[in-house]
């Protein structure tokens, strides 16, 4: 409170609030908004990361991570902080495949203890400062915008994964349309080089409750809120859904449940699970466009 309490900054009402905010380097993240309304349920939040460097231990391996919120929480994480170290947090809580991020799973990848879920690299504690800045950093950003018309933010994030990968690109744009029935629009555009052809590739999105999928549209609604995802690229997706009770936080088959997830508030956003899209054939590069409104 005394280093960071400054009574001079006053109070502001909300609508006099700037809709996009910008957390630069290192973090290299924006959270951004239709409008202010806080007791009503029309605007739209959105959250793009790209995380240039990442904190280690509590820190969380999500490089390139969004949510969404619409009416409720649409494009979500999941995974539950039960307690520290425990099979849930190691395992899934704090992992890549708890967020909406990239998978590329190498099946002989060495992760220690951690079950191999194909996500990002765990590079333990920091020695120093100098050390921190070298193996901690897990992206850049490339790009960013802010316009009454969009918002980009575009990332280069190979160096969040280990060498199973040689390129690894994210770029994130919303368009709010100021249109009742479809207010906003937002698009992922990736482009994944494995080091073989045969390490699957993985877009995930996680939502609280169970998903609608038909052929490459995905719908996820929670409290009056609709999301419609179109998946346009790789051409020949695969769309899997993973989730429901008993199968919420699984890695390969295997669930790793929470041991409070009955008792605690902090589970309630745990959510359903999610759905896993990926190409039906092998190759070493892959495009991934999910466009969602």
Known sequence: HLIFNDPSIGTAELSTLPLTYYM????????????????????????????????????????????????????????????????????????????????????????????????????????????????????????????DTHIVLTGDITSAYTNKVSEVLRSMVFIPTGDAEMPGIFAVYDRVTSSKASFKKTFLLHMQTEPEVSGNITVITNNGGKLVNQTLLPNDAVITKVGGEGNEFSINGVNYPSTVMKYYKNSIEAGWGRVEISPADENLSDSFLNVMY
């Open 24 to 147: 630069g380097s290192p973090l290299g993240q924006t959270i951004t908004r239709t409008g202010w309304d806080i007791d009503g349920s029309d605007d739209i939040q959105v959250l793009m990361r790209i995380c240039e460097l990442n904190g280690g231990n509590h820190d969380h391996l999500d490089s390139g991570n969004f949510q969404i919120f619409y009416k409720g929480i649409l494009a979500s994480e999941s995974g539950v902080y039960d307690s520290y170290g425990t099979p849930q947090d190691y395992n899934y809580n704090k992992q890549t495949i708890a967020h909406n991020c990239l998978l590329i799973y190498d099946p002989d990848e060495n992760t220690g203890r951690i079950v191999n879920s194909g996500g990002q690299r765990m590079p333990g504690e920091p020695k120093n400062l100098d050390d921190w800045f070298e193996r901690f950093t897990f992206g850049k950003v490339t790009a960013h915008e802010e316009t």
